[in-house]
């Protein structure tokens, strides 16, 4: 059955390689130096389900600093109100415990605890958009208010869920961390109520300065009709992991690839040919692109604005699958040469619009089968583009070869049995980027990677018909990725002389003779 959807050409959709049955990983779930495996993989091995693997706190710069550590201190006052340590933990379970006994919590509950083990910051942090929130939807404060004790009843279960330490994937290694569905709903609710220790301030100096926020603050302040959707989304989250009948029970995993220069082609000299395409004005990525390797057009802070005002595609597909959100907790900053792939994370919701029209639109049912690993069989590729402040500036090899380089970190499967690629416009919008050129240099990326593309263009009718008669001219000359690459090099030379915008379609389509 084919399936297509609205104004579309070239190949059909289910020409492409999807997740199929048959794909199944071989190999048992072990843990290794470059895998760190949160749960028991030899009691998952032998049918006993997905439990904690048993460990011990570690208070390291390498790791993630649990709020549950012992390590974790606070100042309190004392008697004759003279400064003593706390226990951390010790604090946040008494503010936790306290919500978790409630029939029902308000967001001025939320506040008070929040604010009593992130003293420092009294004065400093808003829950303006979380109170306004709770008023402004219609029987919103009836469910909030019963929501609110089984959120915190779930982050008081942190010391039980995640007993081994977390190590964070830094930068320059490659490496993979797979946790399961029930370890990630209760990091996400110690981040909602903010308990991790040490990533609260930003900056150079910080000692995370190089990973993203994780603790919920900025979405609690600073109201608007956008954190309003996303509140919706996040909180219709944690309304089905707190349900004992709608709790999810797999695992996913969180995979960093560093690609070295040596393992990067010879893009002048590339001898590989187009692959399939197929190209659709109408659908996206997340839901027509189901079963193909999607991808996040990412910032390289993963996530980027999710947990502040950022509302386009990567903060959108963060809030349908909110396991996404806890990749901020131990995914450093992405290099130019590195990429993100999330396998097995589950979507919750549907929506409607696009940044400022964004409107969540009620519960999605996820009815994806699961691999062997038992991880939903959906990868989604967080790669970062370049951000230019001139859109001219684009138009460099130097840019260009980048943009390629990141492109086929993340196209580059290890197995080839991993699916085709849905995409579309990664790195236009807010990122200046040229959508012609973009979508030009995914197409060789993905040649030399041996992988086909399903590109949606988001309602842009003029870039699908222009896409595809450029792939057919392409693909019916035999032009080779290094034939194209130095057809760019003539391109960028003319773009940045002195004159008027050259359509990069049109140039190629002119071309052919130089090719």
């Not at 470059?34 to 998952?44: K, S």
């Not at 009843?153 to 995640?162: C, I, S």
């Not at 990868?379 to 370049?386: M, N, P, R, T, V």
């Amino acid at each position: 059955m084919k399936r297509e959807h609205g104004s579309s050409s070239g190949c059909p959709l289910d020409e492409l390689k999807h997740f199929s049955p048959g794909d199944d990983q071989r190999e048992r779930l072990t843990f290794s130096r470059t895998h760190a495996v949160l749960v028991d993989a030899a009691l998952f091995n032998s049918g006993g389900g997905l439990l904690p693997q048993p460990g011990k706190d570690v208070w390291l710069s390498s790791c993630v600093k649990m709020p549950s550590s012992p390590s974790s201190r606070m100042l309190t006052s004392g008697l004759m109100k003279q400064a003593s340590q706390t226990k951390r933990w010790e604090v946040i379970s008494k503010k936790l415990s306290a919500l978790a006994k409630k029939t029902a919590a308000s967001a001025e509950d939320v506040e008070d605890a929040i604010m009593k083990y992130n003293p420092k910051y009294k004065g400093q942090w808003s829950f303006d958009a979380l109170c306004s929130f709770v008023k402004a939807v219609p029987d919103t404060e009836s469910f909030f208010s019963k929501l609110l004790p089984k959120m915190a009843a779930l982050a008081l279960k942190l010391p039980e869920f995640v007993k081994k330490a977390v190590p964070l994937l830094k930068r320059g290694s490659s490496a993979s961390i797979s946790l399961s569905q029930a370890q990630i709903s209760c990091l996400l609710a110690n981040a909602f109520f903010c308990t991790f220790p040490h990533r609260n301030a930003t900056g150079g100096s910080t000692e995370f300065s190089q990973l993203p926020s994780i603790n919920f603050t900025r979405l609690f302040g600073q109201w608007s009709l956008q954190k309003k959707e996303k509140l919706k989304a996040v909180l219709h989250y944690f309304h089905v992991v707190t349900d004992e009948h709608t709790k999810p029970s797999g695992l996913v995993t969180f995979e960093r690839r560093c690609f070295k220069d040596s393992e990067m082609p010879d893009w002048k000299r590339c001898e590989e040919k187009m692959n399939k395409l197929h190209v659709s004005s109408h659908g996206t990525i997340e839901s027509e692109g189901t079963g193909l390797l999607q991808v996040d057009f990412a910032s390289s802070w993963v996530g980027g604005g999710v947990l502040g005002s950022g509302l386009v595609q990567e903060e959108i597909l963060f809030l349908l699958h909110p396991e996404l959100i806890v990749s901020r907790l131990f995914t450093e900053k992405l290099g130019d040469n590195e990429c993100l792939i999330i396998t097995g994370s589950q979507r919750f919701s549907r929506y409607s619009g696009f940044a400022d029209s964004f409107q969540w639109a009620g519960p999605h049912q996820d009815n994806l089968r699961r691999d062997q690993w038992s991880r939903l069989k959906r990868k989604i590729l967080a790669i970062d583009a370049l951000h230019y402040k001139h859109e001219r500036d684009q138009y460099s090899m130097k840019h260009v070869s980048r943009e390629l380089n990141k492109a086929y970190c993340g196209f580059k499967g290890r197995d080839p049995n991993e699916p085709d690629i849905a995409t579309g416009q990664w790195g236009c919008g807010a990122f200046n980027g040229d959508a012609q050129l973009k979508a030009v240099i995914q197409l060789m990326a993905a040649a030399a990677a041996h992988r086909g593309v399903a590109f949606f263009t988001f309602r842009g009718e003029e870039l699908q018909r222009g896409l595809q008669q450029t792939h057919r001219l392409l693909a019916a000359e035999g032009t080779t990725v290094g034939k194209l690459f130095l057809l760019l090099e003539d391109y960028c030379a003319v773009q940045r002389a002195s004159g008027p915008h050259v359509d990069l379609f049109h140039f190629i389509s002119t071309s052919r003779s130089q090719l």
